[in-house]
């Protein structure tokens, strides 16, 4: 070839590659097709599927779900050489224009996979014009896409029959499968039909179907594409299938994800299917028993304490029930959250110092600037533990530690745990919000819950599958029975001493104050682990009054720690849960607003929440709480009295200790009792407050006070004893150098009438 020839050449297919450019950016492809929007499961399994706007059921195949036998199958039936042309087969064309010049009709065509593709995307009709067209388009196709992406492309658009497009849709819908768990015969079925959508319909022409899917499949094996067993094995299973629904499970959350993500094919949530499938059956059989009440419905959150990962997400009974409103969704309703706040309240005072389980609160009638709380049960009971107040749910004592600590103080850690109403309403709250004067969603409500899983560390849920996992805070420790108690036995114990009072006052170990640290992992430090795990304890008592009837002596009573709550009016119920594993959220009412005399948060919300317990992890964690590695707990006996004092646990950052005669009353002084025995001040980071708002600012008492009023425990009564009288070889100087104050809190009457320690 000549030097002028190669030129010649050369400029040729410059001119031809410039002409398919021109034409390629004159004449684009079409817009990629509108798919079904679905909402996987964790596992892949898809929970909801929406149709797609043009009203088809077209989800899409993804690549990894085209296997090899699909594959072979669906290329072996319609374009054996696929892998080898450009997006036309010229020798197909010439042996199909032949055939058909010979014979009248039409006997054979020369379509190939990728102009299927084309005719699929631009559906025209069959024209001279279009079929040059359609060669156009099939080129380009093969310009702009891979051969496995075209393919996926075919599989995605071919037809079924009705309003069902592509082969996961005809799986699902048929075979309640996707493309990746066929059977041979089901994936021969299935690629067979697209030629004939409307004559080999599945579900009204199985016998026509079952006919042409052996005699491929006969074909197939006569080829050596599959083995002969596979063959044979596919040949006698039965083609038996009708068309099912649509996957519909968790339709609320289904549709805030898909607005969320608008436009996205599929979205992979963190719900497990089996767990949404059971909350929802429990939750709409358990309202349909309350209809009689006037409830007409509920809303279930189930979260996954080590991942904060949303495991069911039940929005409402039914969400098909126009007349009680079940498309609304109740996760996110904004509502009153009753008392569901009181634990927050009492942590956070835990952690400033301010309150311990044993201190005792007055619950009497009080005024606060006009404001006078009630209790639910519309009587006061006088002095209270902070632990009776909390677990009672009692409204005055709550009201007074709010008032105490501060409601600023309070909704701010509220706005830095997700309230978006709170922090909208911050600057007008008052009291009341700890009553539930505030507006709250179950969402927010249950991820605070799952805060005092976590140890006082607050992050955001996750709802899809690329939402960060967090590394859980609290390590095993098998119990050595088995029966979910921690190894080293640290529950508060009941003060049983009648005659007199032990009160300890301190800051929890890493208390900041009022401000949040930011973790590593991006979590919010609320609290500290100290102060979640007392009130945890507390939460964990099953001696309330919340208790449903009927649950005192069951035996599939959950190990969990659980709140109720209701609202004013008695318009919403809620009870949050939570063991080691599971936090799970119920709110129960009405999304008109009524309320009714039976909806409050022990008769109709916690059953469920006990339910969807038992149900969904029954007994699963063989571990309780473990406390926190400072905290220490101890009992000694009182020789003389015959009794036991109990110290609740505490850490290295005691405040002060004081013990007092029988009778002697309580007072808002600094002098706690008339006739002190002893008065122990152990210093702190910074003075804190102790008992009944008294300052503790001065240094220990002389060390006679000490010696003289204290022994050390026997060894062989008490757990972690400290002889007290050698801590006063000091003198006035305190603590001494070798002090370990989580130590020394154990002490035991001397003996001798009037000189005991309680």
Same mark, same amino acid.
């Not at 990962?309 to 098909?320: C, I, K, L, R, T």
């Given at each position: ?7 010649r ?21 079409p ?12 596992d ?50 010439v ?17 190939t ?24 388009r ?23 029959g ?39 319909? !599945? #579900?009204?022409? =199985? &016998? /026509?179907? @079952?006919?042409e899917? *052996? +005699? ?13 067993q ?16 649509a ?13 969320q ?15 949404q ?15 009689? !009440? #006037?409830?007409? =419905? &509920? /809303?279930? @959150?189930?979260?996954? *304490? +080590?991942?904060r ?12 029930d ?54 639910f ?11 009776? &107040? ?49 507006g ?35 390590p ?26 032990l ?42 009054p ?12 959950p ?26 959220g ?170 005991s320690?309680?």
């Open positions: 070839m000549t030097r002028q020839h190669k030129a050449l050369g400029m040729t297919l410059l001119v031809g590659s410039l002409i398919l450019l021109g034409l390629d950016r004159l004449f684009p492809l817009f990629a097709p509108q798919y079904s929007p679905i909402v996987l499961a964790a892949g399994s898809v929970l909801h599927a929406y149709l797609n706007p043009t009203q088809k059921w077209r989800m899409k195949t993804e690549l990894r779900e085209i296997t090899p036998v699909l594959r072979t199958a669906i290329i072996e039936k319609e374009d054996r050489y696929f892998y080898y042309h450009f997006g036309v087969n010229p020798l197909a064309i042996k199909a224009a032949t055939r058909n010049a010979f014979t009248q009709g039409r006997t054979t065509g020369a379509s996979i990728t102009m299927q593709v084309a005719r699929l995307l631009e559906p025209k009709e069959r024209t001279v014009a279009n079929k040059l067209l359609e060669i156009m099939a080129v380009q196709l093969e310009a702009h896409y891979s051969k496995d992406e075209i393919l996926q492309l075919y599989l995605n658009l071919i037809p079924y009705g309003n069902v497009e592509g082969v996961k849709s005809a799986a699902l819908l048929y075979f309640q499968q996707p493309p990746d768990y066929l059977s041979l015969a089901q994936t021969v079925t299935l690629a067979i039909i697209p030629n004939r959508p409307t004559g080999l319909v !599945l #579900g009204k022409h =199985n &016998a /026509a179907i @079952l006919k899917r *052996n +005699r491929w499949l006969r074909r197939f094996g006569g080829q050596n594409l599959f083995s002969k596979a063959i044979a094995d596919a040949l006698l299973e039965p083609l038996d299938v009708q068309r099912h629904a996957p519909a499970l968790a339709p609320h959350l289904a549709r805030r994800l898909v607005r993500f608008a436009g996205q094919a599929s979205i992979s949530s963190t719900l497990q299917r089996s767990k499938a059971k909350a929802e059956d429990l939750t709409r059989n358990y309202v349909r028993r309350l209809h009689a !009440l #006037g409830i007409t =419905n &509920a /809303a279930v @959150l189930v979260v996954n *304490n +080590r991942t990962a949303v495991e069911a997400y039940v929005g409402s009974a039914d969400f098909g126009i007349n009680n409103q079940g498309q609304n969704d109740g996760v996110l309703a904004v509502r009153s959250p009753g008392s569901t706040l009181k634990p927050f309240l009492y942590a956070l005072a835990m952690d400033q110092g301010l309150l311990t389980p044993k201190q005792l609160l007055p619950d009497v009638p009080t005024n606060f600037r006009g404001y006078r709380p009630e209790n049960d519309k009587r006061c009971h006088g002095e209270v533990t902070v632990e009776r &107040a909390l677990a009672f749910s009692l409204n005055i004592p709550a009201v007074s530690v709010l008032a105490e600590l501060g409601v600023p103080a309070f909704t701010d850690k509220l706005t830095q745990a997700g309230f978006r109403r709170v922090a909208r309403d911050a600057p007008h709250l008052g009291l009341s919000t700890i009553l539930g004067g505030c709250a969603t179950l969402e927010e409500l249950t991820n605070l819950y799952v805060t005092l899983a976590n140890g006082g560390r607050y992050q955001a849920l996750a709802w899809t599958t690329s939402h960060d996992l967090n590394n859980w805070p609290y095993l420790a098998p119990s050595p029975k088995g029966e979910g108690e921690p190894a080293l036995k640290t529950r508060i114990l009941e003060n049983v001493v009648r005659s007199k009072k009160e300890l006052v301190h800051p929890l170990p890493s208390a900041r104050g009022l401000g949040s640290e930011v973790t590593p992992g991006g979590q919010i430090s609320l609290f500290s682990e100290s102060a979640a795990y007392l009130t945890t304890d507390i939460l964990a008592q099953l001696t309330r919340d208790l449903p009837v009927g649950y005192e002596t069951s035996r599939r009573l190990k969990i720690a659980w709140k109720t709550g209701t609202s004013y009016g008695r318009r919403d119920a809620w009870s949050i849960g939570y063991n080691r594993e599971y936090t799970t119920v709110w129960v009412g009405n999304f008109s607003g009524h309320g009714a005399p039976a909806l409050t948060g022990s008769e109709v919300a916690t059953p469920l929440l006990f339910d969807l317990f038992n149900a969904l992890a029954y007994n699963s964690p063989n571990n309780w709480f473990l406390p926190p590695a400072a905290w220490i707990s101890g009992w000694c006996a009182l020789r003389a009295a015959a009794r036991r004092v109990s110290i609740a646990p505490i850490s290295s950052s005691i405040i002060s200790c004081r013990a007092c005669r029988r009778g002697s009353a309580a007072s808002t002084s600094a002098r706690c009792c008339w006739r002190p025995m002893a008065r122990v001040c152990i210093a702190g980071p910074v003075p804190r407050q102790p008992v009944f708002g008294a300052s503790c600012t001065q240094i220990c008492p002389p060390a006679w006070l000490l010696s003289a009023k204290l022994k050390a425990c026997p060894t062989d009564d008490c757990r972690h004893t400290t002889p007290l009288a050698s801590l006063c070889a000091a003198g006035p100087k305190w603590p001494p150098a070798s002090f370990h104050p989580w130590r020394a809190l154990t002490m035991c009457s001397t003996g001798e009438k009037g000189s320690y309680y």
